[in-house]
């Protein structure tokens, strides 16, 4: 796992976005539609694909032969879409947002389909129609081999789905999740002591891949 982490950093490095839309629960997508994307994989075999990212946990989808499948994250190291990158992190497909030679910052972009099951209609106004209507589409949202026709033709029918985007600090070594607290409880004491007099001389912005990157500086002296 390691090495294979190392290599992709590499590529990464040496590789130099399709803009995402709103996505819905009809079309849980963070692309308008699916896109050519070249999947490198950890045997070193490289396919090009017609991919998009699903929201629902993070995973990649492809087409085969009209119908929707998700790749196994466990064979991936590194999609390209576009001029964008993902890797496969601990289960999940993440964007590369940031990277340098000992690591990537990693975006990880979820719906929020909690934040859709509590509510109820529009402006939050709870009538059985609507609920109904999210319910059918959260069914849909969540399964793979469906018709890629009948989902593009359906593709406005659905709710509107907000995306949480969290960020992490990815190292061949260890995932951080990229967090002033998730840093310091994983942490001993003597680390929590150094976090915080490290942060005292490094200002972090906690919204800016690039700024994070930095936090490298630190988890380095950790391993």
């Not at 960020?167 to 680390?191: C, E, H």
Request: proline letters at 2%; aromatic letters at 8%.
């Amino acid at each position: 796992m390691k090495k294979t982490l190392i290599l992709a950093i590499a590529m990464l490095v040496s590789l130099a976005g399709l803009k995402a839309q709103e996505c819905s629960t009809a079309w849980p997508y963070l692309y308008p539609s699916f896109q050519e994307g070249t999947i490198y994989m950890a045997g070193g075999t490289k396919i090009v694909q017609q991919v998009n990212v699903h929201v629902l946990h993070g995973r990649l989808h492809y087409l085969d032969n009209g119908l929707v499948k998700e790749a196994l994250s466990k064979d991936i190291l590194l999609i390209q879409i576009g001029e964008d990158k993902y890797m496969a992190v601990e289960g999940n497909i993440m964007k590369v947002v940031a990277s340098e030679e000992r690591g990537f910052v990693a975006s990880h972009q979820v719906g929020d389909f909690d934040k859709l099951r509590e509510s109820g209609g529009a402006y939050g106004t709870s009538t059985t129609n609507s609920a109904t209507q999210k319910l059918t589409s959260l069914d849909i949202a969540g399964k793979v081999n469906q018709n890629h026709m009948e989902m593009w033709e359906s593709r406005h029918n659905g709710e509107l789905l907000d995306l949480v985007n969290t960020y992490y600090l990815v190292t061949p070594q260890k995932v951080w999740k990229a967090t002033k607290k998730s840093i310091n409880d994983a942490l001993d004491a003597d680390g929590k002591a150094a976090f915080k007099a490290w942060l005292k001389s490094h200002k972090i912005k906690w919204n800016n891949p690039d700024s994070l990157l930095t936090l490298l500086d630190f988890v380095a002296t950790l391993q």
